[in-house]
């Protein structure tokens, strides 16, 4: 049994397609996050002799498939590592937005390469017993350019459950240590963030220190991301400190964005021609 080789790289969120060749009985696919030498795991409804591999998440994983006989002994096909790297997402502007027939318009583009942790982190209270303080890690390896500077970080969205919001400081830190202080005791006694995104400067909604909760949208930070130093390669973490006690939260998700230059562009127009 040959597992055909396939993608090598793939993006989160896209699908990879692998197949395998060779010998009889039923499929299983089965996955591994940790070595290529497992420990593996069956992949839920994955049975045929195709397999469309998707992740959400950045890192190396290994694919391999077994093939089952009633009464034997189960065989395993070679395995295939493949590396999940982050999406990209685009976009554009012109200017001027309208034109006449043979004018000229400047036609922009800026991208950005997002890395994601979706596993909840529950924020203790700020009590006897616990300093408040929970950390939510991203770990980025390969970045280029490597060397932090103010317009790396393009934005940081999360969705935060909590039941008194002004109770709440939220802070990035970089692999490095340093900080900036995204939130900090905003939106009173409201709850929650709810697809809230932070950026430097130029957010629809002001700085965020003005909102109110669940604080939906895209928002200035309460410090620049200027303040953001050293090696983008490394550990970052969605620090959220509860400042109070009695109320408590989770850390549902967040994504950090950051500008990368290894990105080509292509342009192209609908209708074509331009």
Not at 24 to 40: E, K, N, R, V, Y
Not at 93 to 116: I, K, R, Y
Not at 127 to 154: E, H, M, Q, W, Y
């Amino acid at each position: 049994m040959v597992l055909q080789p396939g993608p090598a790289n793939a993006c989160t969120g896209i699908a990879s397609n692998y197949s395998v060749t060779g010998g009889l009985g039923s499929i299983q696919w089965q996955t591994s996050p940790t070595a290529i030498s497992g420990p593996f795991t069956d992949v839920s409804g994955a049975t045929s002799s195709t397999f469309g591999f998707i992740s959400n998440i950045t890192g190396t994983y290994y694919i391999r498939a077994k093939r089952s006989v009633l009464g034997c002994v189960d065989a395993f096909s070679n395995v295939l590592t493949v590396v999940v790297n982050p999406g990209v997402s685009v976009t554009t502007s012109a200017t001027p937005g309208s034109v006449c027939p043979g004018s000229n318009v400047n036609l922009n583009s800026s991208t950005g390469v997002s890395f994601s942790n979706p596993t909840d982190y529950p924020i203790p209270d700020n009590d006897l017993i616990s300093n408040g303080v929970v950390n939510s890690p991203i770990v980025i390896s390969g970045f280029s350019p490597a060397i932090l500077t103010a317009a790396t970080v393009k934005s940081v969205s999360f969705n935060i459950n909590h039941t008194y919001d002004g109770d709440l400081r939220i802070r990035l830190f970089a692999p490095g240590g340093s900080a900036v202080t995204l939130v900090d005791a905003a939106g009173a006694d409201g709850q929650n963030f709810v697809n809230t995104t932070i950026v430097s400067s130029g957010g629809a909604n002001g700085n965020i220190a003005s909102g109110t909760a669940p604080f939906t949208g895209t928002y200035n930070s309460q410090a620049a991301f200027s303040g953001l130093t050293g090696n983008v390669n490394g550990t970052w973490n969605l620090r959220a400190l509860d400042l109070a006690f009695g109320d408590v939260g989770t850390i549902l998700d967040w994504t950090l964005v950051l500008e990368s230059d290894g990105v080509l562009y292509t342009w192209s127009s609908s209708p074509a021609g331009f």
